[in-house]
């Protein structure tokens, strides 16, 4: 087993997948393979497919009247890393990973009692799938706001699919994963799971 050290850790994948279980999903998929290269690294963790919960439209860490995101929050914040997996839906990420952007939002105004937002510490990477070009600008915009949430990024913490513009073949009905997504994916596990691992030995400062 490939480990970048011994300290264990722990991730969640939000799949903003549009399509509830049990339709499959290429970003489930993505999502599910980077969990597993994590823990090649003594990574566990688990997967979350958001369109099964309702997770309700809005800014806040409760909007109440059974909102879904409260225990998703104490998911995200009980561990050490997040994945968020998306399609590309007209060129953007889907409006469900918009949707979990939003709720991240309101981490900027929740600091623990040195200054810090409470996802200080905490390394984020990407999946995106899609069968069109723009995965560099899907991850471009969640990286930004994952950095704006508190998230830190480690090098290469982008894997992702697209197919040919036009077609029809989804990253789940390939028959075996290309190599080049498959090292890449490998390359976000490396990377994310050790820069967790220094972040949680060596805090940020107090803000």
Same mark, same amino acid.
């Given at each position: 087993?490939?480990?970048?050290?011994?300290?264990?850790? =722990?991730?969640? @994948?939000?799949?903003?997948?549009?399509? #509830?279980? #049990?339709?499959?999903?290429?970003?489930?998929?993505?999502?599910?393979?980077?969990?597993?290269?994590?823990?090649? &690294?003594?990574? %566990?963790?688990?997967?979350?497919?958001? +369109?099964?919960?309702?997770?309700?439209?809005?800014?806040? %860490?409760?909007?109440?009247?059974?909102?879904?995101? #409260?225990?998703? =929050?104490?998911?995200?914040?009980? @561990?050490?890393?997040?994945?968020?997996?998306?399609?590309?839906?007209?060129? &953007?990420?889907?409006?469900?990973?918009?949707? *979990?952007? /939003? =709720?991240?939002? +309101?981490?900027?105004?929740?600091?623990?009692? /040195?200054?810090?937002?409470?996802?200080?510490?905490?390394?984020?990477?990407?999946? *995106?799938?899609?069968? /069109? $070009?723009? @995965? &560099?600008? *899907?991850?471009? $915009?969640?990286?930004?706001?994952?950095?704006?949430?508190?998230?830190?990024?480690?090098?290469?913490?982008? %894997?992702?699919? *697209?197919?040919?513009?036009?077609?029809?073949?989804?990253?789940?009905?390939? $028959?075996?994963?290309?190599?080049?997504?498959?090292?890449?994916?490998?390359?976000?596990?490396?990377?994310?799971? &050790?820069? +967790? =691992?220094?972040?949680? +030995?060596?805090?940020?400062?107090?803000?």
């Amino acid at each position: 087993m490939n480990t970048t050290g011994t300290t264990p850790l =722990r991730a969640v @994948a939000l799949v903003c997948t549009l399509s #509830p279980s #049990p339709k499959p999903s290429s970003s489930q998929l993505l999502a599910e393979q980077t969990m597993a290269a994590l823990a090649d &690294h003594g990574v %566990t963790g688990k997967t979350i497919r958001i +369109a099964d919960h309702d997770v309700k439209t809005g800014i806040g %860490t409760d909007l109440g009247d059974g909102d879904a995101w #409260p225990e998703i =929050r104490d998911t995200i914040l009980g @561990a050490d890393i997040l994945i968020l997996s998306t399609p590309i839906w007209l060129g &953007h990420p889907s409006s469900i990973a918009q949707k *979990v952007m /939003e =709720r991240l939002n +309101a981490e900027i105004s929740e600091n623990d009692d /040195e200054g810090r937002m409470l996802t200080y510490g905490k390394v984020a990477a990407v999946c *995106v799938v899609g069968n /069109e $070009d723009g @995965a &560099h600008k *899907v991850s471009a $915009d969640l990286f930004q706001g994952l950095n704006d949430a508190g998230f830190s990024l480690a090098p290469n913490a982008v %894997t992702y699919w *697209v197919g040919e513009a036009m077609q029809h073949t989804d990253y789940q009905d390939l $028959d075996k994963t290309p190599e080049k997504t498959a090292t890449t994916t490998n390359t976000l596990a490396t990377n994310t799971a &050790h820069l +967790a =691992r220094q972040l949680k +030995a060596n805090r940020y400062p107090p803000a």
